[in-house]
Every structure is written in C-alpha cells, then in structure tokens.
C-alpha cells in the first residue's frame, strides 16, 4: 500500500479522497489557499499545508509549491482529484519523475486522450465509434466554415485540447461560424493554453452517457456500468442517475465492451470514464474519455458496492483488481444533484458566506461536500457546494427520495439551484425518462 | 459621468469596449469569470466611454468601477 498520499486538490473531492486514505489506514495531506484557509477539506487529511493566495494559478496550479509539499510531508504519492491539475500530463509525469506514485493513469494515456482530435483518431483505430466529423484541428474561420459545410449543419464546435464542456458551441449556419470561431478560441486559450478547435456534427436528441472504468497495471480492465448524465446547463452537468432510461442489458455490455477497447487502446490505468453520445435510435458515439475520478462517481458507488477511490488507491500500489467483470452487479438506483452556488433560473455564480446550513440524511441519502457553516464561497472556485445522492431500490422511489432529500436541504446566505433541482426531478417528461442533453431548455427554461 | 460597477466578485474575462467607443443601453461591455462561470455585464446608460479601469485577467470586487461613460 502506499505510505502517505498528497491531496493535490480541494472542496468535497479532497474530502472524499482523505476518506478513502483514512478507510486504508494511509495518512493523507490536505494543502489550501488563504481562501480555503478555514474550509473542510483543509481539515480532512492528517496534515494541511498552506500553499499561496486564492487564485489558483498562484496555488492550486503550482507544481512546484505541491511537489515541495509532498516532499516536505514525505509522501509517497499524489491524488490530484477532478479539474486542476487532475488531466495535466505534463505534472502526472513529473509526479513520477520525482520518485512520488500519481494515482492516476500514465502521462501518455492522459496526453493522448487529452487532444480530442488524437483521441478521435485512437478510437477509430479501436473500433469504437465517434462522432462525424473532423479528424484534424481546423486552421481558421474559413477552413471551419469549408468543413462545417462539408460535415452538414449544425455543427459542433470544440476545443481540442478542451473538456468539461467548456469553450465548445453550437453552430446552426454559416453566418454564425465566424463569430462562434472566434469566441470559441479565445475561450480555449484562456482555459487550456491553446486555442485550436475542431468540429463535430450535432447529434440532435443525444443522451450523454458514460461508462466508470477501472483498469489494474496486471492488465485487467472492468467497467462499473453506465451513468446518464444527460441533465445539464451550459454543457456542463447538473443531474446524473444510473442506471440509465435508454440502457438495455444488451446495450450495456455493447457499450461497456467499448469503454474497456478505448481504456485498453491507449495503455489506460487506473480509474477512468469514457463518455458516449446516444441517439435516439440508440447508437453511440465516443465523445472523450475522462482520464481521472469523475465528479459523479457516488453513483457508480450506490449501485456497485464498489469504492471507486479506495480502488485507485489499491490500483496504484500496484495491487490486482480483486474482481473481474462478471462479479460486477447494480443494484437500484442512484440519483447524484449537484448542488451549485448560483441563481436557479439565470445560472449566475453566487458566492458568498454560507451563513446557515442544514442538510438532509437518512436511509440512502449521500452527500459528499466540501463546505460547512459558516464558511465563505469564494469566486476563486468552482461553484459545487455538495453533491446530494440518493439510492432506492427503483427510479420512482429514487425520484421521490431525492424530492424529499433537497426540500430538507436549507443553505442561507447565498443562492443555490436546488428550485432547478425540484423542477427537473419534478417534471413529468424526467419521471418517463425522456431525456436529452436539450431537456433543461426544452422542459424548464423556455421563458426567456 | 455614469460608472460601469461589478455585479460579483471576479476576473475580467473579457474587455469588449475601449474609449470613445458608443455604448447603448443594455450592451455587453465587459465579461467577468467568477466561479468557473462567464459573466457578460451590461452598461445601463447609453454613452461614450470615457475610461476602462481594469484589464483583463484583473480581480475584481463586487461593486468595483470597471468602466467610466461620459
């Protein structure tokens, strides 16, 4: 087992992980900002080291001041969480060049899942199906608007180095391509340090839908089911449930089977996701693989009986998976709110001192968080206050249980999207299950 | 003179006008990033602006000067 893992994270990720340390009995190192001085997560692990002033790219983001850390601490090893540095190559291989474990996956795997376009070309080799679409970064607004002809509108229009839905747009015609082109780059510089994009066709009526892998350095590869993830505002994700509406057994084991071909095409390791779209007619499409822990992991968890992060642990000390696909079970269902610090109707970010707070508990109700009475949300950070799930033995009582979980689910001093929550979950259309990646405005926010 | 404030704590993401352009009311003028999240701010008079006082990459407090109108 590993000796002592540095949490190069924070917020509710960094507590999670501090909680698989302690069930392992492996010590663990929380490091905070001046703006995460008094937050739970620099409370979690045994030890807390302060690391610089709140923006990240002066804390967070600075390998030097983690590895001194690490070093400082005697650590062994480092868990980088989700976001951060969590899918930077470039520090999981210095991790590993300064003698410490990255749990995570090799820095190739990460690199070449990470430029979307390589990622593209991998998976075709593997027999995993994408999207339509470019198979090269385009050059500028006139060689995109030749290839969205060529691909047919809408198109999709992505960042290649991106992720988390951010600096991607729908484009509907060639009016727009110049400008989306040029909003769209400039956003990729700002987030990934590199403004190339490239565009896909637009699946209309998708599902977003995700296969939890884990993969073991024996050469073992299992996947944990699906998660639909289909509920989102802005492209990023809001509601996530597994199983999912649109999966049949027969599905489930077509796309699994896919999950573990893309995880195995490029040497992954450790714990991963590998995100599909699905169309109405059920055929999916490899979107991207997110190469680290997932946000909505908890579910995987509630259904599985499976400890994702006490499995990354095991997987990077070099111990076999204990289990093999067929051991692999779901049992119910498990519903994951995210919980955000923003105005429920116009999505703005709400930062402020939480000044009362009160959750929910009770049989099958989860929730991981990284933040308490009393605190102050900062705008440093993303705005994820808590993540409610919920398990019961079916969807409807899942449904019913989360209602019941968010009405008992008071935070004051700030503004929260749980009204979006109890709308969505409370929508007929979301109780038969029909759902898309649109359904937020197709369903809750047409006023406007 | 008519100033432009933050409506939140943020960076300046964006700078969308420079002096002596005209601004309507309701146009975007500056876009914020504050958790994660970008913010497009709207000038409420209509105008000239006279000085953009911040720059982009700049944190901002909630209810700071961004943008003097003449």
């Known amino acids: 087992m590993l000796r002592k893992v540095l949490i190069a994270n924070r917020g509710e990720i960094a507590v999670r992980i501090a909680r698989a340390c302690k069930k392992m009995g492996v010590p663990s190192v929380a490091v905070y900002s001046d703006a995460d001085r008094d937050m739970p997560h620099a409370k979690a692990a045994d030890e807390a080291y302060h690391i610089g002033p709140p923006p990240v790219q002066q804390s967070y983001l600075v390998q030097d001041k983690l590895i001194e850390v690490a070093k400082r601490s005697g650590a062994d090893s480092v868990h980088p969480g989700y976001g951060l540095l969590a899918e930077n190559a470039g520090f999981a291989q210095r991790v590993v060049d300064e003698g410490l474990v990255w749990i995570g996956p090799p820095a190739r795997a990460i690199k070449e899942m990470g430029l979307k376009t390589k990622a593209r070309e991998a998976m075709m080799r593997a027999g995993v199906p994408i999207i339509p679409g470019a198979t090269a970064c385009v050059e500028g607004p006139d060689a995109a608007g030749e290839m969205a002809a060529s691909i047919g509108y809408p198109v999709m229009m992505k960042a290649c180095a991106g992720g988390g839905g951010i600096g991607m747009t ?10 989306a082109f040029e909003e769209c780059a400039h956003r990729a510089q700002k987030f990934f340090c590199d403004g190339s994009l490239y565009l896909e066709k637009l699946i209309v009526g998708a599902r977003h839908i995700e296969i939890q892998v884990l993969a073991d350095s024996h050469g073992s590869v299992v996947h944990l089911n699906e998660r639909e993830c289909s509920i989102q505002r802005r492209h990023q994700k809001v509601i996530e449930e597994t199983p999912s509406t649109a999966v049949t057994p027969e599905l489930r084991e077509r796309m699994g089977e896919a999950a573990k ?17 699905v169309d109405p007619n059920l055929d999916f499409y490899f979107l991207e693989m997110n190469t680290r822990l997932q946000v909505e992991h908890p579910i995987t968890e ?13 997987i990077a000390s070099g111990e076999p998976l204990t289990f093999g696909q067929q051991d692999v079970g779901q049992l119910g269902h498990a519903i994951e709110c995210r919980i955000y610090a923003e105005d429920p109707v116009r999505f703005l970010p709400s930062p402020g001192k939480i000044t009362r707070l009160s959750m929910p508990g009770g049989d099958g109700v989860r929730i991981d968080t990284g933040i308490a009475e009393g605190v102050t949300v900062t705008p440093f950070y993303d705005p994820l206050l808590a993540k409610l799930c919920v398990w019961a033995p079916d ?40 759902l898309s990646t649109s359904f937020i405005e197709e369903h809750i926010q047409p006023r406007k | 003179m008519t ?40 000038s409420e008079a209509a105008g000239t602006v006279a000085e953009v006082r911040v720059k982009e990459g700049e944190f901002v407090n909630e209810g700071g000067v961004l943008i003097t109108l003449r």
Do not use: C
């Open chain 1, 395 to 434: 969807r409807p009582e899942a449904i019913d249980r989360a209602l019941g979980a968010l009405s008992a689910f008071h935070v004051e001093g700030l503004k929260t999207n749980i009204p979006l929550h109890q709308a969505v979950l409370g929508h007929p259309a979301f109780r038969a299950g029909a």
């Open chain 1, 302 to 314: 509630l259904t599985t009986g499976v400890d994702i992060v006490v499995e990354q642990l095991r």
């Open chain 1, 261 to 277: 071909r893309a995880a195995a095409a490029v040497g992954y390791r450790n714990a991963g996701t590998v995100e599909f779209l």
């Open chain 1, 170 to 179: 729908v484009v509907r015609g060639p009016d727009d391509i110049a400008r």
């Open chain 2, 3 to 42: 100033d432009i404030l933050a409506t939140m704590a943020g960076t300046v993401f964006k700078v969308l006008v420079k002096p002596n352009d005209q601004v309507q009311p309701g146009q975007d003028v500056i876009v914020l990033e504050s958790m994660k999240m970008e913010i497009p701010l709207q």
